[in-house]
């Protein structure tokens, strides 16, 4: 008590550094007897406390303000209790509406203590200060001050562990987000903007507020159109956090980015960008089964697939289109089944490509101008069925698989072939009235195939064969009158002889073929 009395004698004399140091030896006396100047049972004492503080104020500011205070205790020796007598003078200040000698009071104990405990908080009071006082670009400088001096890799918290200071770090990650939302709104700071987005991002990985901020992020990329980030940010904010309610629509917002990277990418960079856009279209859907739009990205993604050679994961997720999505538009459907049909065939999977292509047929109106192309698509699926049961010598099979086209795709342009061929099979198995039958119908529906001549030649090897000599030697005689070549119209002619002349009819069948019917030359 005396020494306060004294100090404030001294101070009403205008003799300020003398009362300080009467002050500042009342605080030392307090700190050798051990009080807490955090202390709150003692009324009198508090006050006395605070009243020393307060002429402490008056005297510095009288002095010089916070430059006096350096001084003085560079002069005196340094106290534990530095930080309030800054704090104090500061809010000195503050309470006289001295905005900027109030920040001044604060930011030069931080700037002499950097990593003191208080420092932060000294800090956080700056820019309330300048927010009270109104001045926008004192308070963004302030904030971004803060950041840069007690973010977490600053050597701050090589001092203290951050979960002893909570207040601190809440009030960081506030900070940055702060920053960060405020250059987002501003196009020209786009490159400031993603500094502290990724600066909050680096220092709260596990907060819950972080998939938000990411996907902020995201739509930064976006809106400046580097699609190939925001996709990247887009898929960030929905797969490496732990389920939150934008996890959804930021895996539909990068399958949208990169569906965008598609349209401006060139050279090699088209088809990578693709296959981005399908992997991360299998992902969401994957993910997000239930989206109200999954179905049309998966049928997207399905085509692609197929466009890229990618055939087995093409049919697979064709079938899961349909299985899974039965809700789907016709449209969407029935291109799930023409991928699932072609990628089949280009498997050699032909029984899968058959069941396939019926199922698109159905869904294909008879006016399409499409049916056509389809029908042969069915019809050679069949016919490649036949080629392979030829290939296993299981003439029988590819007989069978042959002459389904004629009832199955009868209007295929492969149908012609197909039964020529069924036919060709049948000879292999010694089938000869089936082999006849096949061919010879082959040769009435389509009497201007190119392979008319050539069933005829095997009609009448059929019947040779079967022991139908004269019906052998008719169909001789006709190839011969069909030959183009001399040579073959001749030997085809002495043929059909031989044969009449073995058949039971053979004499007068031969008197007619010498009498003048054919000529020999």
């Known amino acids: 008590l005396a020494l306060y009395k004294l100090g404030w004698t001294l101070y009403k004399q205008d003799m300020h550094e003398e009362a300080l140091d009467q002050y500042v030896a009342l605080l030392d006396y307090k700190v050798s007897i051990g009080y807490d100047f955090d202390q709150t049972d003692n009324e009198a004492d508090e006050r006395r406390v605070a009243d020393t503080y307060r002429v402490i104020s008056l005297s510095f500011s009288i002095l010089g303000g916070p430059e006096a205070v350096t001084a003085y205790f560079d002069a005196n020796g340094q106290r534990s209790y530095e930080d309030r007598v800054y704090s104090h003078l500061g809010e000195f200040y503050f309470e006289k509406l001295r905005y900027q000698d109030a920040a001044s009071a604060y930011n030069t104990f931080i700037e002499l203590n950097p990593v003191h405990r208080s420092s932060p908080r000294f800090n956080m009071r700056v820019v309330e200060i300048y927010e009270a006082g109104g001045f926008p670009q004192l308070v963004l400088a302030s904030k971004k001050a803060f950041a840069e001096n007690y973010g977490l890799a600053s050597v701050y918290w090589q001092h203290y562990a951050i979960e002893d200071l909570p207040e601190v770090r809440d009030y960081l990650k506030g900070n940055i987000e702060d920053l960060a939302n405020h250059y987002d709104e501003q196009p020209a700071n786009y490159d400031e903007a993603l500094y502290w987005y990724d600066e909050y991002l680096g220092s709260f990985p596990e907060d819950v507020e972080t998939p938000g901020i990411h996907y902020q992020l995201a739509d930064l990329l976006l809106e400046n159109e580097d699609f190939g980030g925001a996709a990247r940010a887009y898929e960030n904010t929905a797969y490496d956090y732990a389920a939150h309610e934008q996890a959804a629509a930021a895996g539909y917002a990068a399958i949208y980015a990169h569906r965008e990277h598609q349209k401006v990418a060139v050279g090699a960079q088209t088809a990578m960008v693709r296959s981005d856009a399908v992997t991360s ?84 109106d008879a006016d399409d101008e499409t049916r056509q192309a389809v029908v042969d698509n069915l019809a050679a699926a069949i016919y ?126 031969l008197f007619d073929l010498l009498k003048g019917k054919h000529t020999i030359t």
Do not use: C
């Open 281 to 364: 279209t299998l992902r969401f859907v994957e993910a997000f089964p239930g989206h109200e739009h999954a179905d049309v990205v998966l049928g997207a993604a399905v085509d692609d697939l197929y466009d890229m050679e990618e055939f087995e994961l093409a049919i697979a997720n064709g079938r899961k289109l349909i299985a899974d999505y039965p809700g789907a538009t016709p449209e969407i459907r029935r291109s799930a089944w023409v991928v699932v049909a072609h990628a089949s065939f280009d498997t050699a999977a032909y029984v899968e490509a058959e069941d396939a292509y019926m199922r698109v047929l159905e869904m294909t």
């Open 384 to 509: 490649k069925q036949g080629e392979q049961a030829n290939v296993m010598e299981d003439y029988r099979a590819a007989a069978d698989h042959f002459l389904r086209i004629r009832a199955v795709a009868p209007g295929s342009e492969i149908r012609p072939a197909a039964e020529y061929d069924a036919g060709a099979a049948l000879m292999r198995l010694e089938d000869w009235t089936m082999a006849a039958q096949v061919l010879d119908d082959f040769r009435r529906t389509f009497p201007d195939h190119e392979l008319n001549r050539d069933a005829t030649r095997q009609i009448a090897t059929v019947y040779r064969e079967d022991g139908q000599l004269a019906r052998a030697a008719s169909e001789y005689e006709r190839v011969s009158a069909e030959a183009d070549d001399p040579t073959l119209g001749r030997e085809s002619l002495l043929l059909a002889g031989e044969l009449y002349e073995e058949s039971e009819a053979g004499d007068s069948a």
